[in-house]
């Protein structure tokens, strides 16, 4: 079977889910039809026969869909193998990985793509969005400031040439005069140099070398020849070592969903992983080409208020910034994300800031509550099947283990 992912992408999206459900659900041989859908976003997935991608278009072009969605269909690779790499250093382990394996890896034949996690050398620069307001500092400067430099705890976030600006007034702080110079310490908290980028639960790098399944004892292969620095092992990791899954619970009751959930926490070496964050920035792109806000700057925007961050790549080490702390969505909207002669552009000005829509999971049509869960190392098999066991006990729950959501990336 190969699987195919339908994206939608628009205003029209999650109507669209339907329509295209329906469509794809009557080509021959289809199989287990997923969606998710949130806001201005969905994804439906469908297992198919042979040239599934191309019946899938096919079957689309026969439907009205809203001109305002935009529709991108691909075949889904699989994941051929994940490689844990381990070493004494993770940083020595993540160097071998991006300088000596991973490129024989992308070399061998059916290999599609390898995805390494873990190792990078990294350091938290956590944002605090008071004081860059009282201190008139506009996120572009700041992200800037600390992409560069040879050193984070001197970096100049704006110098005493820097226009003046209006005054920022925010509770229980006090604006600094835009003559003088700000340090990225002065509205940031800067992370020890030692840290880095998270690793698996087992202290190893994780790399995922995605293609066609029949691939996978080429790619052991590969990796088995590529000479290794001492202390540094390299080991195909069976379906035991996965370290998350998600639970899908169809059609069911809040109590039932209640009922697993207790069921889950009852599982020694399985833990329910939190909720990510239910924030959107929505952006009015015209109003922002108009006002002169780059994309990049937004997109950093969004990244920040929805918890997750993101990376700005420096010589030495990455730098990751963050928000030091859950703040007000009417001081998230004071953030400013450009400058114009007119004075500086805030997030208000250009985007709104709402709580994300609840997503909604279908399987075949059926609405889904999905869990997501995390596994102690080695745990996985055993506790699955305690899970299986002790779901099979609560009546009418029907439930089932996906180790990937085709909504991430996509959907909270």
Do not use: W, Y
């Amino acid at each position: 079977m190969t699987r195919v992912r339908v994206s939608l992408e628009g205003d029209g999206a999650t109507a669209a889910v339907v329509v295209v459900e329906g469509a794809v659900s009557s080509l021959a041989g289809s199989r287990s039809v997923r969606s998710v859908a949130c806001a201005d976003a969905a994804v439906v997935e469908v297992n198919a026969g042979p040239d599934a991608a191309a019946a899938v278009k096919d079957a689309l072009a026969k439907v009205k869909l809203p001109a305002d969605v935009f529709v991108d269909v691909r075949t889904v690779e699989d994941e051929v193998v994940v490689l844990a790499v381990r070493g004494s250093d993770p940083f020595v382990a993540r160097t071998f990985v991006d300088a000596q394996l991973a490129t024989p890896l992308s070399k061998v034949a059916g290999v599609v793509g390898v995805k390494v996690l873990g190792g990078r050398r990294e350091r938290q620069v956590r944002v605090d969005l008071e004081r860059m307001l009282a201190r008139d500092v506009s996120l572009p400067e700041l992200a800037q400031a600390a992409g560069g430099g040879a050193s984070l705890e001197a970096t100049i976030v704006r110098d005493q040439g820097s226009p003046p600006a209006e005054p920022t007034m925010t509770k229980g702080a006090e604006p600094t005069p835009s003559s003088a110079a700000v340090k990225l310490v002065d509205v940031a908290t800067i992370g020890p140099a030692s840290a880095g980028e998270p690793l698996r639960r087992d202290g190893a790098v994780s790399v995922r070398v995605l293609g066609a399944a029949g691939a996978r004892a080429a790619v052991i292969k590969a990796a088995a020849a590529v000479a290794r620095p001492a202390g540094i092992d390299v080991a195909a990791l069976d379906d035991d070592s996965v370290e998350s899954a998600d639970l899908i619970l169809i059609d069911a009751t809040p109590e039932q969903v209640l009922q697993a959930q207790r069921t889950v926490l009852g599982i020694p070496g399985v833990h329910l992983a939190e909720n990510p964050s239910s924030l959107q920035v929505i952006v009015d792109e015209k109003r922002a080409l108009e006002l002169g806000v780059s994309s990049n700057d937004v997109a950093r925007v969004a990244a920040i208020a929805a918890g997750d961050g993101f990376v700005l790549v420096r010589n030495t080490e990455n730098v990751v910034l963050r928000l030091e702390r859950a703040v007000p969505l009417e001081l998230m909207g004071q953030l400013i994300v450009a400058r114009s002669a007119a004075g500086p552009v805030r997030l208000l000005d250009v985007a709104r800031i709402e709580t994300r829509p609840a997503r909604s999971d279908r399987l075949d049509g059926k609405a889904v509550q999905r869990l997501r869960l995390s596994f102690d190392v080695g745990v996985r098999k055993r506790a699955l099947a305690a899970l299986d066991q002790e779901l099979r006990s609560l009546k009418g729950v029907r439930a089932l283990i996906e180790r990937d959501d085709i909504g991430a990336g996509v959907c909270p």
